[in-house]
């Protein structure tokens, strides 16, 4: 779980993770894959910049093609 909220005040994010030892690194992977795609659709919705939030898709979807690249093969 990421919790996250902004402090207008110090204009920055505060935040909590929270995420137990039984969590593999690829449900890691997937997890930030999900939220980075969320937080794309977020954007959009609450700014209307289309370009940007593509460019925030276009970032998740390299992490997941990297972070793929990375494990080991059978």
């Known amino acids: 779980m990421c919790l996250a909220f902004w402090d207008a005040a110090d204009k920055t994010a505060m935040r909590i993770d929270l995420w137990t030892k039984d969590m593999m690194v690829d449900e890691m992977a997937d997890f ?20 940007l939030s593509a460019d925030i898709k276009n970032f998740a979807v390299e992490f997941q093609k990297k972070f793929r690249a990375t494990q080991v093969k059978p």
Do not use: G, N, V
Not at 32 to 51: L, V
């Open 32 to 51: 930030y894959y999900q939220i980075f795609s969320t937080m794309a659709d977020t954007f959009q919705r609450a700014t209307q910049q289309k370009e």
